[in-house]
């Protein structure tokens, strides 16, 4: 796959987009302005763009070919800023963005860290009658799985992350799922406007009720 298109956005100067052509880099940036003309999604891209810069960034790979999804992943100034292949070995540069991402054990802040997200233009998540969601094809609301991602981005940016390197989402008790639920604004996150159904009720969408449903 080469992506060798890049594009600061115009909705927040800390995601930078990477396609291989310019229509995904436009499918990208109209997926954004969605996002940006709602009060909460406003709020998100404001967020983003206050925890980058200084070496942070979200770097935002599009393609029809890609499943949607996100993780933390080192700019190439926070590589030489932590010495990554000299002082941390580069096979586990990943595992230790992740830890940056999290809060410590006695509960402040993680340092934060830049991220990737992969997503998809043409898949989107409908939700059904019973708040329940299922995979769907609907390009229109593929802004919605791209608000997603950000918000997971945002906490890895931030240092409130949960999400594990590795773990099961599927399993209630693991750090990856109680991120997917905070992310998607269920249980006790239900009333925070920066989630997945903070940006679904901007635009009078369905709200989701909970993280898994069918496949």
């Known amino acids: ?10 909705f927040s100067t800390g995601i930078l987009i990477n396609a291989g052509n310019q229509h995904d880099i436009e499918r990208a940036e109209s997926a954004l302005a969605k996002i940006y003309i709602g009060d909460n999604g406003r709020h998100l891209l404001s967020e983003i763009t206050n925890l980058t810069g200084s070496g942070k960034r979200i770097l935002l790979k ?3 070919e ?5 993780h933390a992943e080192f700019s190439p100034e926070e590589i030489q800023k932590y010495k990554i292949g000299i002082d941390i070995p580069i096979e586990k540069s990943r595992q230790y ?3 940056l991402t999290h809060k410590s054990f006695f509960g402040f802040k ?3 860290a830049s991220a990737l997200i992969h997503w998809n233009p043409e898949k989107s998540l409908g939700v059904d009658q019973n708040g329940i969601p299922y995979r769907d094809y609907n390009p229109s609301e593929a802004f919605v799985s791209l608000a997603h991602e950000l918000v997971h981005c945002y906490r890895m940016l ?3 992350s949960s999400g594990g390197y590795e773990q099961d989402m599927t399993d209630p008790s693991t750090g990856a799922r109680r991120e997917e639920d905070r992310t998607v604004g269920i249980g006790k996150n239900a009333n925070n406007p920066l989630s997945e159904n903070g940006i679904r009720r901007d635009h009078g969408m369905p709200i989701r009720k909970q993280f898994l449903g069918y496949r």
């Open 62 to 64: 599009v393609s029809k």
């Open 97 to 99: 963005a992740v830890l």
């Open 158 to 160: 931030k240092g409130t």
């Open 66 to 70: 890609l499943e949607n999804g996100a």
């Open 1 to 10: 796959m080469n992506l060798y298109k890049y594009k600061v956005s115009d």
């Open 110 to 112: 993680g340092k934060g």
